[in-house]
């Protein structure tokens, strides 16, 4: 009986370059087109990410950008901020992405090029490199744990970052899209869950305030409770919600701040 197409694919040598050509998406859609694609490609978790080590950027990224979603060019931001993309750069200079010159992802591992990772592009009047610090000290991308928590994570990330505390840059973070809108939505629940403004019940701000941790949100105060529901000790350092690390103590963020805004915009 002849070979036909599926066995040719399935050969590892006629594999591996055929991923050369195609997105992550691409050569996920194809381990799906017959069973024996799903078992040369997705069978193995370790294969899959042997071969999309060297897939091409599916260009997601750059159409987002270039998908303006009013006239103003104005596009919402975290919490429903609006935050202005470089439409006329996405539009006429920045039109194509470079497909091979790609690196990974450093939260799912898909390959994206520069023009496609998810960064803020035009620099806003206050800094903002840090996830926790901005000009009108609101409070984001934050969250406190209790001490039984806080111990468990840490043990968790034991190993996987080369730097104790978080050192997250939102404009050198080689980050893609989804892995963006997965972290905003995490953050938004938390707050959402474990979190109480001063300004939307202050009857529980003040029948709380001396039994878990309270932060500054501009100009008001918010509580924040665990993951678990417990209250959080007074002393609990906070966490960035994008890596999970501890953050630098209180204290220190105003000499952070002014840290950040010596550097560069990239």
């Not at 399935?10 to 017959?34: E, H, K, M, R």
């Not at 091409?56 to 270039?66: A, K, P």
Request: charged share 30%.
């Amino acid at each position: 009986m002849p070979p036909v197409l599926s066995d040719l694919v399935s050969q590892y040598p006629v594999l591996t370059t055929i991923a050369n050509y195609l997105s992550t998406l691409d050569l996920f859609y194809l381990g799906l087109t017959c069973r024996g694609c799903h078992a040369d490609n997705l069978s193995s978790t370790k294969v899959f990410d042997t071969l999309r080590r060297n897939c091409l950027c599916d260009g997601l990224g750059l159409r987002r950008r270039q998908n303006i979603r009013n006239r103003s060019g104005h596009m919402l931001g975290n919490g429903g901020r609006s935050s202005q993309d470089e439409e006329i750069e996405a539009k006429l200079v920045a039109t194509k992405c470079d497909e091979a010159g790609t690196l990974p992802c450093l939260k799912c591992g898909i390959n994206i090029c520069e023009e496609c990772r998810e960064y803020p592009r035009v620099f806003p009047k206050y800094p903002n490199r840090r996830p926790h610090l901005n000009g009108p000290w609101q409070n984001e991308n934050l969250m406190c744990l209790c001490d039984a928590c806080d111990t468990r994570l840490e043990e968790q990330l034991q190993g996987k970052f080369l730097n104790e505390l978080c050192d997250c840059d939102r404009y050198r973070r080689w980050i893609c899209l989804k892995c963006v809108r997965e972290e905003t939505r995490w953050t938004q629940e938390y707050y959402k869950r474990h979190t109480v403004r001063e300004v939307d019940d202050y009857d529980h701000y003040e029948k709380y305030y001396d039994s878990t941790k309270v932060m500054q949100d501009h100009q008001f105060e918010i509580l924040f409770y665990c993951i678990c529901g417990a209250c959080v000790p007074k002393s609990a350092r906070p966490r960035c919600t994008w890596c999970k690390r501890k953050h630098r103590p209180e204290e220190e963020w105003s000499a952070e701040m002014m840290e950040m805004r010596g550097l560069a915009t990239v």
